[in-house]
């Protein structure tokens, strides 16, 4: 009998919820923290005391000294980016190679899958995907086809195996007549990554993720991306490579389905998207760009300008009913502060038709707007929910209202501290 359980916490629109923060804010509670899927393309921004990290393959539970932390079977690795990260948490005094364990399952990105990226992207022309260049579609594209390389491959006959699959790539460069790129220099920096890569502790994280459960421990998993980005069920072709939700912990850590407790759902105030694709509350307007400014919302990996609108309740229902969402995480409150109206979008409008339930594409739907009072108070200096301003609190229960969830936790600023517990 297992004893201990899972608790997953998921980005449910476009990614960069602010996972990161509420990872490191949980962690305390949690013994083990485990990500599940994805790879460098997240960007998960820790901040306390001062100091600011931003971790892309690493669990942000690592900054608590005493939790194990997990990159899962679901994750895919790249061995010079992953060196990078590890090698500065090192410096800042983080221990890393006893509590930082790697599946051996893992999927690693070569050189040669960045520049893939880079060349089905240039492929498409218009219709570009905007991905974050990092071989995620193209790694995931070979573990599908299985013909990629695992973590476990570096511990044997590793050297054989990378040429073949570079190999492989070239041929498919050459055929896409994409020949103009050098590695030279990105390969030494790879290679010396999977030399410090196999100082870690890589292991077969599945076994050992259900030891911890049987031991009574907890474990927390957290999620990169967003719903909206999921293989499956996000919109599709403008997503990521994997599965983002809740199904893609089972798959990504090796637990069933019965081993998941809560499922924490977070989303932003607002809402933003990086990268192309369909964005039915994309504000092109002098709001879009206020919240761009107040938010901060600049990609925290590649730097680019997110895009912004109001909060949109068809893409959150989607969500929480895909995911079996137990509880919401409103963050970035704060940046909402001063706007004399705040809308929240009800449905969509397509030739006519208004549809409140996520149609099979959302390219051409207008957002349709619930208007709501906004509120002049700063809430980033607020510590209980017995402070909040009244239309706030309005707010808050409008979306509990219609999404028929509660939200238990809100954020008020990016700090660790600035982070209320609904009692
Ligand atoms: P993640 O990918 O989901 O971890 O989120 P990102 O780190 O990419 O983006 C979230 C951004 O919002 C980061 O810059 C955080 O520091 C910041 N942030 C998180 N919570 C809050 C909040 O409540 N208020 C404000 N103003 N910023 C926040
Ligand atoms: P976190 O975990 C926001 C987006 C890219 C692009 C699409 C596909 O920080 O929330 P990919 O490189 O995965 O093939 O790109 O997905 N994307 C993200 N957007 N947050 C992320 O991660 C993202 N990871 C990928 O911008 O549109
Ligand atoms: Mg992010």
Request: aromatic share 8%; charged share 25%.
């Amino acid at each position: 009998m297992k004893k201990g359980k899972v608790d997953a916490l998921l980005g449910i629109v476009f990614g960069d919820e602010g996972k990161g923060k509420v990872v490191d804010v949980f962690t305390p509670d949690y013994d083990v923290v485990a990500r599940f899927a994805g790879g460098p393309n997240a960007g998960h921004t820790i901040i306390f005391e001062g100091k600011k990290f931003v971790l892309r393959s690493i669990p942000s539970g690592i900054f608590a000294q005493d939790k194990i932390n997990i990159i899962g079977n679901g994750c895919v690795i790249a061995p010079d980016l992953f060196m990078a990260e590890a090698k500065e948490l090192e410096a800042a005094g983080y221990e890393l190679k006893e509590r930082l364990h790697i599946s051996k399952r893992a999927h690693l990105i070569l050189p040669t899958h960045r520049v893939l990226d880079r060349a089905y992207e240039a492929a498409k022309g218009k219709a570009k995907v905007g991905t974050t260049g990092k071989g995620i579609g193209p790694t995931y594209s070979d573990k599908a086809a299985r013909t990629g390389l695992r973590i476990g491959d570096i511990l044997d006959g590793f050297e054989e195996k990378y040429a073949a699959l570079k190999a492989r790539h070239e041929q498919i460069l050459h055929d896409l007549h994409y020949t103009d790129y050098d590695i030279t220099e990105e390969e030494k920096l790879w290679l010396e990554g999977i030399k410090y890569i196999s100082g870690f502790q890589l292991t077969d994280t599945e076994i050992e993720i259900n030891r911890y459960l049987k031991e009574g421990k907890n474990v927390l998993a957290e999620g990169a991306q967003g719903t909206m980005l999921d293989i499956d069920h996000g919109t599709y072709p403008f997503v990521s490579s994997s599965n983002t939700t809740s199904g893609g912990v089972c798959t990504g850590l090796g637990v069933g389905p019965t081993d998941i407790r809560e499922v924490f759902g977070i989303f932003k105030a607002y809402s933003t998207r990086v990268g192309s694709g369909p964005f039915p509350v994309e504000l092109f307007d002098e709001t879009g760009d206020k919240l761009r400014e107040i938010g901060h919302e600049y990609g925290a990996v590649t730097g680019r300008n997110r895009r912004c609108g109001w909060v949109d309740l068809v893409a959150l229902k989607y969500a929480i009913m895909i995911n079996g969402v137990t509880q919401l995480i409103m963050m970035k409150s704060d940046v909402l502060d001063g706007f004399d109206t705040i809308k929240v979008c009800v449905a969509y409008k397509k030739d006519g038709k208004v549809m409140e339930n996520m149609p099979f594409e959302t390219e051409g739907c207008e957002a349709v707007y619930k208007e709501l009072p906004g509120w002049k108070e700063n809430l980033s200096k607020l510590t209980e929910e017995s402070q909040f301003p009244q239309e706030f609190r309005n707010y808050i229960q409008f979306l509990e209202t219609e999404l028929e969830t509660p939200i238990t936790i809100l954020s008020v600023g990016p700090d660790r501290a600035q982070t209320i517990v609904r009692k």
